[in-house]
């Protein structure tokens, strides 16, 4: 996703962080790194473009057609990936004669998953809101090339005003999609990859409760890496929330409170960019 901040019609400054919607126009993108720019509304010779693909530019009905293609492709490959992670463990369990519910897929301690994991929020959120809410003031004074390596932020935050906005259907779609993403990858990390990983390296310590080991850290690492598809070092920092994760998993020994927890972790700090930069 595109660093930084992004001014929208009408004068709106959008955060372009971890949940941007790639909804910038042709007319905000760089030209192409060996061509040179073609102005917006005129028809380009098709024998001065190199290469296979030849793109015609048609001023406010490429606009239209662009804002409407690349966030339907950017929410199908959401779609594909929230679909892989929830069908291909299911086959790998069969396979071994086991079902979702050996992998934590379970709803009869619902009650506990819900205390434990409000309960995480409600110790791990508020200490984190201070933090983010000093960090992204203070990060425009670090050197750009630093400060593009700890987050995706560029400039300096305003104080927090949390409002709707005029884009109420947008930010509705961005939660539900989180709900989506959070239950899909707890029970692909938390869920199948750390039972298979258990079985290899047993749980031998207890913390608060809960049987954590090897296996854990290992599924936060592999969790990290997986949010390296778009190559940025800050993207390795859901490391530390993965632990969280784990724990909750290993507490209750389903991946629903892991689930609730993610999601309310990634519907804050939505909420969060919004309010800092919005």
Known sequence: MEAGRRRARGGEVRPAGLYSSYMSGPEECPPLRGHSAVKLGARPDPSSVRGPIYA????????????????FLHQLVGALAVGAFLYAPVKLLERRGQDAHDAGWRFDRLGADLGWALLACAIILPPFTLAFTWFVRELHRLPPELATRLAPYV????????????DAWDLAGRIAGNAAVAFSEEFFYRGYMTLRLEERWPPRTRILGAPIGRAAILAAALFALGHLLEPAPWRLAVFFPALVFAWLR????T????????????????????????
Do not use: Q, Y
């Open 250 to 253: 290993a507490r209750t020994g």
């Open 155 to 166: 400039g300096a935050a305003h104080p927090l005003r949390f409002r709707l906005g005029p």
């Open 255 to 278: 991946v629903v409170g892991a689930a609730v927890c993610h999601f309310v972790f990634n519907v804050w700090l939505l909420l969060l960019e919004r309010a800092a930069f919005a």
């Open 56 to 71: 015609e530019i048609d001023g406010p009905r490429h606009r239209a057609r662009s804002r409407l293609a690349v966030p």
